[in-house]
C-alpha cells in the first residue's frame, strides 16, 4: 500500500483462535497500517487478552456495534458468527474479510487469492471471502501450470494438518499424544472422526449425501469458482495426518498442451508465492515441517506419470498463514493498493 | 493345511527385525506345523534369543549349512541377505519365501498374494516372493475391482507407517517423538530422506533417474506382475507419514465396465481378506490404528468421481502382517496345501 495511506481501524473476529493469533503476527510483519486494532471474540472468549504491537489488548464480544468506524474486519471465527456479523461490517461502509466457509461460494462475494485473481476485488460489495487453507495451495499451483500450458483435470488426495480444525484440533492431537508417551488410556475424538494420534483419519468435516465430505467439496467447488473453471474436472480425497501445522497434497494434473517436466519446475518457480523445492538428487521434497511459519507454498517431486502425458507434483502450505492468514492480510492490502478500502 | 501333514523344518532369517518378530507370532496363532524352528540373522544380530511357542530360541548367523533340511526359510532380512542366501536354500531342496525386493521381479520366481494368485506357487523352483507391503492391499482392492468389472487404470498415493522401515524406522519415529514431547532438539534424520515425527515425508526409498523412489517402482511393476497386466496404467505417490504401524491408500481407480457404488462395495465385501468398513452415516472409514494387528485389509470411501466414471476408495493394511509376515505364511500355507513342500 502508499505511504500517504492514513491508518485504518481493524478489527479481528476470533482473535483468540488458532487463525486469529496468526493474523495478529502477520499484522504485525507485514507492517499492515493500524491505527486502531479491535480484538473480538464470542462470548465464551471474550474478556481475555491478546498482544498486538506490544500492547495487550482486551477482547471484547463481537457485536455490530464493535464495527462502527472499522475499515477491515477480519473474521478468523466460526461460519454462524460470519454469517450474522460480516453483513454488519458492510452496511456500516467497512469490508469484512471472512475465512470461514460461509460467503464463499455467494455470486456476490469474490473468492480471492491476490496471486491469481486480485482484481476479483473490485467486485466487492462489503465481504470478501479467503479460500479454505486447501484450496488456496492447489489453487496457486494449478494456476502456475494453466498459465503456461491450460488445464484439463486434476486428481489431489491432501494430508491435512490438525490445526485446519483451530484449536481444538491441536489440543486433541497433543493430549493424545500425551496419552500414548505415558502409557495413559486416549482421551476419546471430538475434533476429528477417529483417534488421530499415531493415526491417519480420511474424513474431514462431515459427510454429504454423495460420499463426499463438505472439506472435499469445498476444495471442488473454492478452486473452481477462483479459476473461473466451473466445469473443471478435479477430484479429490481429503485425509487428516497428525502433524501441528502445513498441509500436503499430491497432485496429478492433465494440461491442455504438453508440458515437459523442466518447464512445469520453470512455472512453478516463477509464480509469486511458490518456490520450488526439487531435487531428487539430494532427496529433497518439501514437507510441512519446511513450511511452518513461511508464506511460500513449497512445490517438489514434479515428474511425469509413468503411464500418460499427466504431471505428478506435491505441495505443502502453512495452513494458518498462507493458507488463512496471510491470504487474508494479503487481500485486505489488494484492496489498499486498488485505492478501494 | 491337511492335518496329516507331517510337521516341517522352518527357518526365518532376520528373526529379530520388525518383521521376523512378527512371524514368529504369525507362525504361532496360524498353527503352522513346526517340527524345528531356527531362528537366524546377520552377524550383527546374531547372538540374542527370540521365544516361539513359550521357549528361548537362541538366534544363529544365517549360513548356507543352517539351511540343511529346513523345508521353509522365511527371509526377512535386508535384500542382500537374500541374494546371497535364498539359492542356498532352494539348492539344499527347501522353499525360501523372501519378503525383500530381491527376487520380485525375476520372471522364475513367483510373486504371490494367496487370494489373487496362489497357483502361482506350483512355478516355484525354490524361491517364491512375498510382494512388497504397500503393493499386497493395493493388488487384493485392485482384483477385487477387476473380478466384477475389468480394471483399465489406477492412480495411488500412499501413506506409509515407519514400520515399512523396519525396527529403524520405529525407532526414529520414536526418538523424535520423544524429543518434540520434552522440548529436547530432534536427532537428525536417517532411516528417512527428513524429519518423520509431526510431519509427512515425500519420499520413500531411494530416488531413481526417472525422479520416481523405487517404492514407487515396486509398487507400479508387482502390481503389474502379480496382476499379469504388464501394462496396467497404475501411477502412484508414495508418502511416509508418522503412524508407527499400518498403510493406507487412497485409489481412483478406472474400471473397464460400468460399475456402481453398491456393487464396487460388495466386490470389496466378497473378497477374501478384505474387510469393507464404510459408512458415511456414522463418520466411519478405516484407518491405520483399525488394522494394527488384524489380517484383513480394511476398505472405504468407496464413491465415484464427480467429474468422470471412475471410483475413489481408501484401503488400509497391517504392513507387518497381511503386507509382510502373514502374507508370507499364507505362501508356505499354499504350498502345503498344494502338496508341493
Redesign the interface.
Known amino acids: 500500500m502508499s505511504s500517504s495511506s492514513p491508518d485504518r481501524v481493524v478489527a479481528v473476529v476470533g482473535a483468540t483462535g488458532a487463525v486469529g493469533e496468526v493474523l495478529l503476527r502477520v499484522l504485525e510483519q507485514r507492517s499492515f497500517p493500524v491505527s486502531e486494532l479491535r480484538a473480538l471474540a464470542s462470548e465464551r472468549s471474550a474478556g481475555s487478552s491478546v498482544r498486538f504491537r506490544g500492547e495487550e489488548h482486551r477482547v471484547e464480544v463481537a457485536r455490530p456495534e464493535a464495527f462502527d468506524g472499522a475499515d477491515f474486519v477480519f473474521f478468523a471465527a466460526t461460519g454462524s458468527l460470519s454469517k450474522e456479523l460480516a453483513p454488519e461490517v458492510a452496511r456500516r461502509g467497512g469490508i469484512a474479510i471472512d475465512k470461514s466457509s460461509t460467503w464463499r461460494l455467494d455470486p456476490n462475494v469474490p473468492l480471492v487469492v491476490p496471486e491469481i485473481n486480485g482484481a476479483a476485488v473490485e467486485k466487492q460489495r462489503g465481504i470478501i471471502a479467503c479460500p479454505n487453507c486447501t484450496t488456496i495451495p492447489l489453487a496457486m499451483t494449478l494456476e502456475a501450470l494453466r498459465r503456461v500450458a491450460g488445464l484439463r483435470?486434476a486428481?489431489v488426495?491432501t494430508?491435512q494438518a490438525v490445526s485446519g480444525a483451530g484449536l481444538p484440533g491441536l489440543e486433541e492431537l497433543a493430549a493424545q499424544?500425551?496419552a500414548l508417551?505415558e502409557g495413559r488410556p486416549l482421551p476419546a475424538p471430538s475434533a476429528f472422526?477417529?483417534?488421530i494420534a499415531?493415526?491417519?483419519?480420511?474424513?474431514c468435516d462431515?459427510?454429504g449425501d454423495?460420499?463426499?465430505t463438505a472439506e472435499e467439496m469445498k476444495l471442488?467447488h473454492e478452486t473452481r469458482k477462483i479459476l473461473e473453471m466451473p466445469q473443471l474436472?478435479?477430484?479429490m480425497?481429503c485425509?487428516r495426518?497428525?502433524?501441528?501445522v502445513?498441509h500436503?497434497a499430491?497432485v496429478?494434473v492433465e494440461t491442455e498442451r504438453p508440458l515437459e517436466?523442466a518447464a512445469a519446475r520453470a512455472a512453478f518457480a516463477a509464480f509469486e508465492g511458490i518456490e520450488l523445492v526439487d531435487d531428487?538428487?539430494r532427496?529433497?521434497?518439501?514437507?510441512?515441517?519446511?513450511v511452518v511459519g513461511r508464506d511460500e507454498i513449497l512445490v517438489?517431486?514434479?515428474?511425469?506419470?509413468?503411464?500418460?502425458d499427466?504431471l505428478?507434483y506435491?505441495e505443502c502450505g502453512d495452513n494458518l498463514r498462507k493458507g488463512a492468514a496471510t491470504n487474508a492480510v494479503q487481500i485486505a492490502e489488494e484492496v489498499l493498493r486498488r485505492g478501494l478500502g
Open positions: 483435470s486428481v488426495t494430508l499424544q500425551s508417551h472422526a477417529a483417534q499415531a493415526n491417519v483419519v480420511p474424513v462431515a459427510f454423495n460420499g463426499y471442488l474436472p478435479v477430484t480425497t485425509t495426518v497428525p502433524v501441528p502445513g500436503s499430491s496429478l517436466v531428487p538428487s532427496d529433497l521434497a518439501p514437507t510441512p515441517a519446511d517438489g517431486r514434479v515428474r511425469r506419470d509413468l503411464s500418460g499427466r505428478w506435491w
